[in-house]
């Protein structure tokens, strides 16, 4: 498996020089590093929404965020808990982020905020969420 530095070194490349083979490394560095560390799978969501790979990007939020789909963080080979597997890794904060703003103006983003519970939550307070006020 991709380690998180090797996951960077992939991400950063693209992110200076978005080639699409660079783009192509960093989406593969990027989802094989989600599905071993949930870190990774934290800065991945980032970095794959700023690279505009906005399916890989909600196949990791959506692994990560709410255990569904092919992206879904697992133990290691030997049957421990991945590496970096810290709580504060599993949150929501990223996706209002400018990276994620691709991510926020796609279609999925609602569907993303209602397994999160996050439209409920914005329902019940009666608020509108920042996230849908802004569009280009």
Not at 26 to 31: F, H, I, L, M, T
Not at 33 to 36: L, Q, T
Not at 106 to 121: E, I, M
Not at 123 to 135: H, N, Q, S, Y
């Given at each position: 498996?991709?380690?998180?530095?090797?996951?960077?070194?992939?991400?950063?490349?693209?992110?200076?020089?978005?080639?699409?083979?660079?783009?192509a490394s960093?989406?593969?560095?990027?989802?094989e590093?989600?599905?071993?560390t949930?870190?990774?799978?934290?800065w991945?969501?980032?970095?794959?929404?700023?690279?505009g790979?906005?399916?890989?990007?909600?196949?990791?939020?959506?692994?990560?965020?709410?255990?569904?789909?092919?992206?879904?963080?697992?133990?290691?080979?030997?049957?421990?808990?991945?590496?970096?597997?810290?709580?504060?890794?599993?949150n929501?904060?990223?996706?209002?982020?400018?990276?994620?703003?691709?991510?926020?103006l796609?279609?999925?983003?609602?569907?993303?905020?209602?397994?999160?519970?996050?439209?409920?939550?914005w329902?019940?307070?009666?608020?509108?969420?920042?996230?849908?006020?802004?569009?280009p």
């Open positions: 498996p991709k380690s998180p530095a090797s996951v960077w070194r992939h991400s950063l490349r693209a992110l200076a020089d978005p080639t699409p083979s660079a783009i960093a989406r593969q560095a990027n989802v590093g989600a599905r071993n949930p870190a990774v799978a934290a991945a969501i980032l970095t794959l929404s700023a690279l790979e906005l399916d890989a990007a909600f196949d990791v939020a959506n692994g990560f965020l709410l255990s569904r789909g092919s992206v879904i963080v697992r133990p290691q080979r030997d049957g421990r808990p991945p590496r970096l597997n810290h709580a504060g890794y599993r929501s904060f990223g996706l209002f982020t400018p990276p994620t703003k691709a991510m926020r796609d279609p999925r983003f609602s569907q993303l905020a209602d397994g999160l519970g996050l439209t409920d939550y329902r019940r307070r009666g608020v509108g969420p920042d996230a849908f006020l802004f569009k």
